[in-house]
């Protein structure tokens, strides 16, 4: 079946350093979505990108999808401390109507 | 206006108890989706209902089972609970049309069997 592999699982930096995560799913995604989970809090849709090789930008996060639509990354500028929890992206689909597949997430800390 | 609502918040059942866990979507959202998370895991997707229907559900056992009510909200019961059935329940909606439409989750149901 379709898998959504995230890596890496935990990263770990130093206020003010950059950080990427990286999807990658086993077929074509039609989109891809991107949440964000606090600690102790739940899931919090980030944003959707459905054209190949799409790049979106939200303040310092940046966003890419794949040429192939099949992976995605996202990218913090200059860490800070709000930007720690647990990054999952997510991908419908193309045979099982309804059902996303997320990835395991990438938990990130802040050292301040 | 409200977001996903999830009830209750925290539960507590003994092994081979059931439980029921309820969602309420945001207005106009038809469809409703159920996610466990254990400790430490990513979201696994367990059901999959809209207008009132089920419309997917993932590898889970039977013992996970819900419905939609008429007014869209939702309802997750687990019957013959087991100890790795301890984990958050997440409920999202949304007003899917198709496959390209975010979901807004709830706060979620800590379940925990002892």
């Known amino acids: 079946g379709q898998q959504v592999m995230q890596i890496p699982q935990y990263q770990h930096v130093q206020e003010g350093e950059d950080f990427t995560t990286y999807c990658n799913s086993s077929?074509?995604?039609?989109?891809i979505q991107w949440y964000k989970q606090r600690p102790g809090g739940h899931p919090v849709f980030l944003i959707q990108?459905?054209?190949?090789?799409e790049v979106k930008k939200q303040k310092r996060l940046t966003f890419q999808f794949g040429e192939a639509k099949k992976n995605s990354s996202l990218h913090i500028t200059a860490t800070q401390t709000t930007d720690v929890g647990t990054y999952f992206c997510?991908?419908?689909?193309?045979?099982?109507?309804?059902?996303?597949?997320f990835g395991d997430g990438t938990t990130l800390t802040v050292k301040p | 206006e409200a977001g996903v609502t999830q009830s209750p918040t925290h539960l507590i059942k003994t092994r081979g108890q059931q439980a029921t866990l309820r969602c309420s979507p945001i207005?106009?959202?038809?469809?409703v989706y159920w996610y466990q998370q254990a400790l430490g895991l990513g979201l696994q997707f367990l059901l999959w209902?809209?207008?009132?229907?089920?419309?997917n559900r993932g590898n889970f056992p039977p013992r996970f089972s819900g419905r939609q009510f008429p007014n869209y909200s939702s309802e997750l019961n687990v019957n013959a609970l087991e100890l790795e059935d301890s984990a958050l329940y997440l409920c999202?909606?949304?007003?899917?049309?198709?496959?390209?439409?975010?979901?807004?989750f709830g706060q979620g149901t800590r379940l925990t069997v002892v």
């Open positions: 999202a909606s949304s007003d899917w049309t198709g496959a390209d439409t975010e979901a807004f």
């Open positions: 077929t074509t995604l039609s989109n």
């Open positions: 990108l459905v054209k190949s090789g």
């Open positions: 997510a991908g419908p689909s193309n045979t099982n109507a309804g059902k996303s597949t």
């Open positions: 207005s106009g959202h038809t469809s």
């Open positions: 209902y809209d207008e009132g229907e089920e419309r």
